[in-house]
């Protein structure tokens, strides 16, 4: 059987990212490509500014 092994600085680099966390900014975006991707679909295609807009509608933020 072959034993699989993960690089060290991998397991750092995971670490670190733990510790760090999401910034508001970072947490935004991966917001937006989440919403943007699960409704899109062949027929209907869902533009990040149009979650974006959607989004600002939702804050009050809307111009």
Known sequence: MM???TDPR???A???AAK???SAA???R???SYITTSL???KT???TEMVERELRKLDGTAA
Request: charged share 25%; proline share 0%; no cysteine.
């Open 14 to 16: 995971l670490v670190d």
């Open 30 to 32: 991966q917001k937006v």
């Open 3 to 5: 034993m699989v092994q």
């Open 45 to 47: 295609k869902i533009t």
């Open 20 to 22: 760090r966390g999401v």
């Open 10 to 12: 991998l397991l750092t």
């Open 40 to 42: 899109s679909d062949e």
């Open 26 to 28: 970072q947490l935004h």
